[in-house]
């Protein structure tokens, strides 16, 4: 049975980010209770419990001149949940494979609770729950979950749980493994919330606040928004690479326009001001032709990499300000220096 093609049967990832200790797992738990008056499977998916605590270990000294060794281990069983979960979306009677390993124990994981779920009273509705508790503390993290949601056309939805770092730090500490202090106040530095108005794959988010229990209205907010997702199943992915080309071609364009104009504005207030500053006529046309040949430069170098400055996400917007402004800025600091260098020489 695939269940994204199934007509009787509906799921929805559920992805529930935000600190360590913000309250993630025991929500997952309180959940439970009310997906139960739903008529939902609920199927949960804790990162922690999946991924062995060697995976976010010390660099070993062999491996100390390459540190990434170590994050590179950390992303691959996370891949591996996200590709264990897809086999399970696309046939969830699939035995796990024999060999084992990660993706093998997600499968094993997901089948006993669907088994475990189907020796329960028979729900109203046929409907499966993947609650993915993990800190999804990058954006990119979190894109990955709903390009698996866009490819088996399921729901998506993200919970946030805002907690005070002060809290967190509290709560870790009174745990029986808990997280050094400082990994919490990193990743502080580092979260990137759910932003709904720069991202429309984030349109269906829910902010909470777990600083206190979470109360009934949280709960009904909860699963108001998990319904619309069920509702609401992502649509797949069409094939638009051609018109997203022509899309990048003409951001691209607008880009390289604005920055050649705003240069150009620069130059000629340059030449103004050396101008009103007696600059002699023979530096004044040294210098208009240093100017020039760094606009040039500057420009040709935004055109060799113009695409690798834009973004090339179909889900995100195009900041094309912010591109232009990088250009402009480092075609300014060199501006500046000539332009000092050249008031500096004696006529």
């Known amino acids: 049975?695939?269940?994204?093609?199934?007509?009787?049967?509906?799921?929805?990832?559920?992805?529930?980010?935000?600190?360590?200790?913000?309250?993630?797992?025991?929500?997952?738990?309180?959940?439970?209770?009310?997906?139960?008056?739903?008529?939902?499977?609920?199927?949960?998916?804790?990162?922690?419990?999946?991924?062995?605590?060697?995976?976010?270990?010390e660099v070993s000294t062999d491996c100390a001149s390459h540190p990434l060794q170590t994050q590179t281990k950390w992303k691959q069983y996370r891949q591996d949940i996200l590709y264990g979960l897809g086999q399970f979306l696309q046939d969830p009677s699939q035995e796990p494979a024999a060999h084992g390993g990660i993706r093998s124990t997600v499968l094993s994981h997901l089948s006993m609770a669907l088994r475990s779920q189907a020796e329960s009273p028979s729900p109203s509705q046929n409907k499966l729950l993947f609650l993915l508790d993990d800190n999804f503390y990058y954006q990119s993290m979190r894109y990955e979950v709903f390009q698996l949601a866009r490819q088996y056309a399921v729901g998506f939805c993200q919970v946030y749980l805002q907690c005070t770092p002060e809290l967190c730090v509290s709560r870790n500490s009174s745990?029986?493994?808990?997280?050094?202090?400082?990994?919490?106040?990193?990743?502080?530095?580092?979260i990137e919330p759910p932003n709904p108005e720069k991202n429309s794959w984030e349109q269906n988010?829910?902010?909470?606040?777990?600083?206190?229990?979470?109360?009934?209205?949280d709960m009904q907010s909860l699963t108001n928004l998990i319904s619309y997702a069920f509702d609401n199943p992502v649509s797949p992915i069409i094939d638009d690479t051609e018109k997203r080309e022509m899309d990048r071609?003409?951001?691209a364009n607008s880009v390289l326009h604005q920055a050649d104009q705003t240069c150009r504005r620069l130059v000629s207030q340059a030449m103004r001001t050396a101008k009103e500053k007696n600059t002699s006529p023979e530096n004044l046309q040294?210098?208009?032709?240093?100017?020039n040949k760094l606009k040039m430069q500057v420009l040709q170098e935004l055109?060799?990499?113009?695409?690798?400055?834009?973004?090339?996400?179909?889900?995100?917007?195009?900041?094309?300000?912010?591109?232009?402004?990088h250009t402009v800025d480092i075609f300014k600091k060199q501006l500046d220096t000539i332009f000092e260098c050249s008031l500096a020489v004696k006529d």
Request: glycine share 4%; hydrophobic share 40%; charged share 20%.
């Open 286 to 291: 040294s210098l208009a032709k240093q100017l």
């Open 1 to 57: 049975m695939n269940v994204a093609q199934d007509e009787s049967s509906q799921a929805c990832l559920c992805l529930l980010c935000g600190l360590p200790a913000a309250g993630k797992t025991t929500l997952v738990l309180e959940l439970s209770k009310y997906t139960t008056l739903r008529g939902w499977k609920t199927l949960p998916l804790t990162y922690d419990e999946l991924i062995p605590q060697d995976a976010f270990g």
């Open 249 to 251: 071609e003409s951001c």
């Open 205 to 217: 988010s829910l902010t909470l606040s777990s600083s206190e229990k979470l109360g009934n209205h």
């Open 175 to 190: 745990r029986a493994v808990p997280l050094p202090e400082l990994v919490i106040l990193d990743m502080l530095k580092r």
């Open 303 to 325: 055109r060799n990499h113009i695409h690798q400055v834009l973004s090339i996400n179909p889900d995100e917007a195009i900041d094309v300000k912010r591109a232009v402004n």
